[in-house]
């Protein structure tokens, strides 16, 4: 028996069972929402004084921005960016935002702040990182 075996089980419980196939049926819609909200959130934080960087594949200032369009169908909601003023600016950023809750990791190790959009109106998304930005 494998260690993951081991450790977790050979299946799942009952009900991660059923929450995966209740979760999964809405699944590509809330993919599709999440990369429809996501393109605009970066396009205007690229434009944003607040901020210095944005790393997203739908922009075109990305580098990979022609090989994501070849191989994308969207661009995903993981966007990264780095926030004028350094660690000080990042963490009040993050503090002074209503939508975004802060999380442990998102895997990286490099000094970014990342954000996961999610499907709550865009407007309300822009709006609760302008105030934050704006307030730098």
């Known amino acids: ?16 069972s059923f929450l995966v196939l209740r979760n999964v049926k809405t699944l590509p819609l809330r993919v599709q929402r999440h990369c429809l909200n996501a393109q605009p959130v970066a396009e205007f934080l690229e434009k944003h004084r607040g901020i210095e960087r944005v790393y997203y594949p739908g922009l075109e200032s990305h580098p990979q921005y022609p090989l ?9 909601a993981m966007i990264s ?10 963490r009040q950023l993050l503090e002074r935002t209503q939508i975004f809750p802060l999380a442990k990791s998102l895997g ?17 998304i822009n709006n ?9």
Do not use: Q
């Open 1 to 16: 028996m494998t260690y993951l075996s081991t450790a977790i089980g050979p299946i799942m419980n009952p009900f991660d």
């Open 68 to 76: 994501a369009g070849r191989h994308m169908a969207g661009f995903g």
């Open 81 to 90: 960016m780095v926030v004028r003023g350094g660690l000080e600016s990042a």
């Open 108 to 124: 990286g190790v490099e000094s970014l702040v990342r954000l996961s959009v999610g499907i709550d109106t865009l407007d309300d």
């Open 128 to 136: 609760d990182l302008a105030a934050a930005l704006d307030t730098l």
